[in-house]
């Protein structure tokens, strides 16, 4: 989407997904920003968690103007990719 980029990596034997996410110092200089940012897209997460059929490693990459989403934004933003992605 505009403001996420989520990758997915299919792992054989693995009995969970994983979550990483990444914002960089050039998205928001800002500590607290960028801790909301991972905060936020952690709770979203964990609210589809369990709905997920698949299982591996997901990967959330911010981009620009990222930073400045509220939790309701980024938990839309994920959705939308996770259902890009078929998960």
Known sequence: TKHLVVTFLEVPGSA???LGITISKKISKLANKR???KRSVREAF???RLSLSKVGELT???RQ???ELSSLEVEIELLKCLKRLSL
């Open 16 to 18: 969970t997904i994983k």
């Open 46 to 48: 964990r609210k589809v």
């Open 65 to 67: 103007g990222s930073a």
């Open 35 to 37: 801790n909301y940012f």
């Open 60 to 62: 959330v990459n911010a």
